[in-house]
Nanobody, 115 residues
Framework: QVQLVESGGGLVQPGGSLRLSCAASGFTFRWSPMYWVRQAPGKGLEWVSEINSGGYITTYADSVKGRFTISRDNAKNTLYLQMNSLKLEDTAVYYC????????RGQGTRVTVSS
């Protein structure tokens, strides 16, 4: 079965950086586009970014464009999200997913941006 395990979250000050990872198994990762979504406290899921199977086409939500970078290593079955210049409003649980609606997603990793 599909397994997605996120890691790398934590507490960071505004302006700081974090790198999230998502270890994937149970499906052919290298054939699958992948997604990052997030859920801020008290809010619904928000699509953050996506990457095609080959890793050469990426798209971002306007709220993170220029600050976040999605990437993948198909040899390691791992998805990444480099987050720079973090803002208070980036505080959320971040999930990797195999679809844009995040119907299949991991357990999430919490990112808290606070001074």
């Amino acid at each position: 079965q599909v397994q997605l395990v996120e890691s790398g979250g934590g507490l960071v000050q505004p302006g700081g950086s974090l790198r999230l990872s998502c270890a994937a198994s149970g499906f052919t990762f290298r054939w699958s586009p992948m997604y990052w979504v997030r859920q801020a406290p008290g809010k619904g899921l928000e699509w953050v970014s996506e990457i095609n199977s080959g890793g050469y086409i990426t798209t971002y939500a306007d709220s993170v464009k220029g600050r976040f970078t999605i990437s993948r290593d198909n040899a390691k079955n791992t998805l990444y999200l480099q987050m720079n210049s973090l803002k208070l409003e980036d505080t959320a649980v971040y999930y990797c997913a195999t679809d844009s609606s995040a119907n299949t997603r991991g357990q999430g990793t919490r990112v808290t941006v606070s001074s």
